[in-house]
């Protein structure tokens, strides 16, 4: 008899079939989420570019789509990166002539501070060897004299530092009132 074989067969088919559809809903639902998690970092990064505070203007005619949008941010990207560069060589270049100039005041500076040690040492050995009595008298105070000086008023020569000009010298004063032209 066919008919129990035909039963079986049909039960087969139906469970197969059952099966077939089962798993092609469940492909198409695991497609479904697959996809959509692929894709939800590019939806949130163009969702982002399009409500940002600067939203790009699309170059492209019609490039309203996600790829357009991406793919003018980038460009707008680049040129960004291009003008910052540009910028950063133009400030260091600046800066290049800026340490050239200080390296030249520097040189200028070391020089003039040498001729005046220089200077300095001349006139100290031409007055530490005169026999005249020599100062220095600064606000009232000596600010430099020499050996001569301290032996002619008998003090040593610490002594003079913080003593009043007026007190060895009456005139200082009037002297000092004198050169600076008061």
Same mark, same amino acid.
């Given at each position: ?6 039963? &079986? !067969? ?53 490039? @309203? ?5 991406? &793919?003018?941010?980038? &460009? ?29 005041? !520097? ?6 501070? @040498?001729?005046?040690?220089? &200077? ?15 100062? !220095? !008298?600064? @606000? ?43």
């Amino acid at each position: 008899d066919k008919a129990p074989l035909q039963k &079986s !067969i049909r039960e087969i088919l139906i469970k197969n079939l059952l099966l077939l559809f089962f798993f092609l809903a469940m492909g198409c639902v695991a497609t479904y989420y697959i996809v959509r998690g692929v894709t939800r970092p590019i939806a949130e990064l163009v969702e982002g570019i399009r409500s940002g505070p600067h939203a790009p203007d699309l170059r492209f005619a019609g490039s @309203n789509d996600e790829l357009g949008l991406l &793919s003018s941010t980038y &460009s707008d990207m680049i040129e960004s990166l291009s003008n910052s560069f540009q910028t950063i060589s133009e400030l260091k270049e600046g800066l290049e002539v800026k340490v050239r100039e200080l390296e030249s005041e !520097i040189t200028k500076r070391r020089r003039i501070e @040498n001729d005046l040690r220089e &200077s300095e040492e001349k006139f100290r050995s031409i007055s530490e060897g005169i026999a005249d009595g020599v100062a !220095i !008298i600064i @606000n009232r105070k000596f600010a430099w004299y020499n050996r001569a000086f301290c032996a002619i008023f008998g003090f040593r020569h610490k002594d003079l530092l913080d003593l009043d000009a007026e007190m060895l010298l009456p005139q200082a004063d009037q002297m000092q009132a004198h050169l600076s032209g008061r």
